[in-house]
């Protein structure tokens, strides 16, 4: 299995508050992905990074923000909580942007926002 | 632009019974197709890929998909299933040029029953 781990694996918290969830890597990969996976829509690209300080928006961007600034970590943070953020996030790795090459996913993350 | 449509959300099926998961996707340009799969309570695990070349991918659980261009498809079968079998399938698109991104569909639970 790749080394992906995500911190924490369960999370509680309120409607506003702030929520900052870990992606650790120990493959040495460039490239890393934030998701969320919710019922009936797979899962949907938050951000990516090309590198240490390279982010850029995916899909459902809107409400969230990264950062990252070494090669094994990719935070994604939550600046004020919303319930319609409640949702399962994933982190995923790969060694290339190639379409060809496969991303690992990391064990995930629940989300629950009240 | 991309997108990909899994026909099933749910699929239930009795153990040692073939199964097709339905997968159709859309693009104006040339794709690499995915097969993902999730275990409960897991993330997700790369089951089988078409990059180019044989039309017919299989994966070393007994799994195959055929990449069908003209119909947009790349179904995954299976001839007998099994008890662990039960899982989460999704189906995913990229690019190239894209930065490596995943377009996933909304994923096939299949359900298999003793």
């Known amino acids: 299995d790749a080394g992906i781990t995500q911190s924490p694996r369960h999370k509680v918290t309120e409607t506003g508050t702030p929520v900052t969830l870990r992606c650790h890597q120990t493959e040495n990969h460039r490239y890393m992905y934030w998701y969320r996976q919710d019922p009936g829509h797979g899962l949907r690209l938050i951000h990516y990074s090309y590198g240490v300080k390279d982010t850029d928006k995916g899909e459902v961007s809107d409400g969230y923000s990264v950062s990252r600034s070494k090669t094994e970590d990719f935070l994604l943070t939550l600046e004020s909580a919303t319930s319609s953020q409640t949702s399962v996030y994933f982190c995923?790795?790969?060694?290339?942007?190639?379409?060809?090459?496969?991303?690992?996913f990391g064990p995930g993350t629940r989300l629950t926002v009240l | 632009a991309q997108s990909v449509t899994q026909l099933d959300s749910q699929v239930p099926v009795f153990e040692e019974a073939p199964v097709e998961l339905r997968c159709n996707y859309s693009s104006s340009v040339s794709v690499y197709l995915f097969w993902y799969v999730q275990y409960p309570n897991q993330g997700l695990q790369l089951l089988l890929k078409y990059l180019s070349g044989s039309t017919l991918v299989e994966s070393i659980n007994g799994f195959e998909a055929e990449f069908n261009k003209s119909q947009t498809s790349f179904h995954l079968r299976k001839p007998s299933v099994h008890i662990s079998d039960t899982a989460e399938y999704f189906c995913?698109?990229?690019?190239?040029?894209?930065?490596?991104?995943?377009?996933f569909g909304q994923g096939t639970e299949l359900s298999v029953k003793p």
């Open positions: 995923a790795i790969s060694e290339s942007t190639s379409g060809r090459t496969q991303q690992f």
């Open positions: 995913a698109v990229s690019e190239n040029n894209q930065g490596g991104k995943l377009i």
